[in-house]
């Protein structure tokens, strides 16, 4: 049936299917909802572990990332890197961006230019105005697009096979699909270790997974 040749069906409305597509792999949709329900209770899980960590404590943890990543970058200048605007607790590298900034790199923010689709990353400086985005996260006002040679991922969870656990929108791994040249490096603390994901064709391995102690 014409209907069901091979266009991407993250729905699988067709009755009559017995997978469904997401990006291009095949998925058995009976597996792709038993992992959506695992994946749902544990994210609940790990974000109460992170809300109930005291502000102090996140605080060292962000900074004990901030030398890590100092550590394993080396010298950034005329690198292009993609970061993040905590929400959620997520550790804040703010300071750290604009320090990154000082010292020559190109930083950048990731902005959702639509529901279900991969992620943009546009220029940041520590002078950038910025707007309200998607989901109440602020990106810069300004669009420039760029290719980051560095992105770092927040973590929410993430397994002994260094796949993560984001909050739940499948973003990153829409977007790393389409930039397999970019270095991955997923930040968190201690607690964010979890056992699998039961990774599916769709998810993608991190490169670097840093730990704050
Ligand atoms: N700081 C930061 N910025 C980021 C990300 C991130 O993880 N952290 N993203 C990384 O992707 C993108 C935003 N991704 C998001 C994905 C889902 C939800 C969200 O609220 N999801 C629903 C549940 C979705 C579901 O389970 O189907 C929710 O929590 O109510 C929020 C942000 C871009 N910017
Ligand atoms: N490359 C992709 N193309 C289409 N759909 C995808 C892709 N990657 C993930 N998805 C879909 O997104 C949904 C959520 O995926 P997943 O559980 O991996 O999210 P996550 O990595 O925790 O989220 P996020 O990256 O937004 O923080 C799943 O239904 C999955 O099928």
């Known amino acids: 049936m ?6 991407p069906n993250e ?3 067709n009755s009559c299917m017995a997978h469904q597509l997401v990006d291009g792999h095949v998925i058995d949709p009976q597996t792709a909802r038993d992992v959506g329900h695992f994946r749902k209770a ?3 899980e790990l974000y109460a572990k992170r809300k109930a960590v005291p502000l102090v404590q996140r605080q060292n943890t962000s900074a004990a990332l901030a030398e890590m990543l100092n550590t394993h970058i080396g010298d950034p200048r005329d690198k292009i890197i993609a970061a993040y605007w905590p929400i959620r607790g997520e550790p804040d590298l703010r300071n750290w961006m604009a320090e ?5 790199a190109i ?4 902005t959702m230019p ?8 546009h220029r ?3 002078e950038s105005e910025m707007k309200m985005g998607h989901f109440h996260i602020p990106i810069p006002q300004v669009a420039d697009p760029l290719d980051p040679d560095l992105v770092i991922v927040p973590l929410l969870g993430v397994d002994q ?6 909050n739940g929108g499948g973003y990153y791994d829409r977007t790393l699909a389409r930039r397999p040249n970019a270095q991955t490096i997923g930040i968190g603390a201690q607690f964010c270790q979890i056992k699998t994901i039961f990774p599916q064709a769709w998810d993608i391995r991190l490169n670097t997974i840093l730990l704050a102690p």
């Open 161 to 166: 096979d260094q796949y993560r656990l984001g």
């Open 100 to 104: 990154m900034h000082v010292k020559g």
């Open 124 to 126: 940041w400086t520590p």
């Open 2 to 7: 014409s209907d069901m040749s091979d266009t």
């Open 42 to 44: 544990l994210r609940q």
């Open 114 to 121: 639509a529901k279900h689709q991969p992620l943009e990353f």
């Open 107 to 110: 930083l950048a923010l990731p």
């Open 11 to 13: 729905s699988a409305s």
